[in-house]
C-alpha cells in the first residue's frame, strides 16, 4: 500500500497563507505527476494544481496567481503554496500521485484540512 504523507493544513485567517507538504515514496514520486485536490462541503473534489516529474504545472484558472505548486525531488516530497486564502477555498485537501503507463494508477492522500475564517 503506497502511503502519501500530507501536512501544513490548518486555521488562518483571511489574506493569509498555508503551506501543504506531501511525501511519497521514492520510487513512485520519480515518476509520477504529484497533484492537490480539494473537496469543499456539498461539492465534489476539485483540481487544485498539479506538477510532473519535468517540472510542468498545471492550474485551474480560479487558483491562478495565488497558489504555487512545486516539487523537491531530493526529499520526495510535493508542496502547495498558498497565498492570499479567501474563505471559499475552505476545504480537505487531497495529495495525489499519478502515472499512466502502461496503465491508470492514482494513489491519494488522507487528506488535510484548510480553514479560512476570521
Known amino acids: 500500500q503506497v502511503q502519501l504523507v500530507e501536512s501544513g493544513g490548518g486555521l488562518v485567517q483571511p489574506g493569509g497563507s498555508l503551506r501543504l507538504s506531501c511525501t511519497a515514496p521514492?520510487?513512485?514520486?520519480?515518476?509520477?505527476?504529484m497533484g492537490w485536490y480539494r473537496r469543499a462541503p456539498g461539492r465534489q473534489r476539485d483540481l487544485v494544481a498539479k506538477?510532473?516529474?519535468?517540472?510542468?504545472?498545471v492550474y485551474p484558472e480560479s487558483i491562478k496567481g495565488r497558489f504555487t505548486i512545486s516539487r523537491d525531488n531530493a526529499k520526495n516530497t510535493a508542496y502547495l503554496q498558498m497565498n492570499s486564502l479567501k474563505p471559499e477555498d475552505t476545504a480537505v485537501y487531497y495529495c495525489?500521485?499519478?502515472?499512466?503507463?502502461?496503465?491508470?494508477?492514482?494513489?491519494w492522500g488522507p487528506g488535510t484540512q484548510v480553514t479560512v475564517s476570521s
Open positions: 521514492a520510487d513512485i514520486f520519480s515518476i509520477y505527476t
Open positions: 495525489n500521485a499519478y502515472h499512466d503507463y502502461p496503465r491508470n494508477v492514482n494513489y
Open positions: 506538477i510532473t516529474p519535468g517540472g510542468f504545472t
